[in-house]
């Protein structure tokens, strides 16, 4: 039990911030988030001897939170709402000229189908490569890079949409 324990509290302290970024990406909404995080470590908790290799760690706690959130739509379909660009902390100071980019970034990431953001933000939040991102979401290594190819495109043609921003706020 104690190296349970140990093992279980090793992979909480490494890896809760990286599932709760990824849980807020996928519900922009700081509670859901961490209620989402919460139970991805209850059931890792409940599940941790199936995990014989550590290094699997984080895509396993991924493929568990994002079964946790499909699980949440099918006992409930929640309204979703904007986030709030204050409820995401920055632990960089940050002008505003580059929150205000960034925060556009985000709408826009958040705009794209569901099937190229979730590979993107898998790829962008997560860090995880091509090869483990179709493992988690059970497609074809081509599927997903196809994907990430398409919502790279989609934010690059929003990007030259957009009038010049550089220098606007600036008084």
Known sequence: MATKQTRYEAL??????????????????????????????LRAWRALDSLKDEKAAKSW??????????RRFER?????????ESTITD???TSTEQQIENHWLREKIASLPEEY???LVLQVVGGFSGEEIAKMLELNKNTVMTRLFRARNQLKDALDEEPLMRGQYNG
Not at 21 to 32: D, G, S, T
Not at 76 to 84: H, L, T, W
């Open 12 to 41: 909480v302290k490494a890896l809760h911030a990286d599932l709760y970024r990824y849980a807020y990406w996928l519900c922009n909404e700081k509670q859901v988030a961490e209620d989402l995080v919460q139970e991805t470590f």
């Open 117 to 119: 953001r979730e590979p």
């Open 61 to 70: 706690l991924i493929t568990i939170l994002r079964r946790e959130n499909a």
């Open 91 to 93: 632990n960089q100071s």
């Open 76 to 84: 409930k379909r929640f309204e979703m709402s904007d986030y709030e």
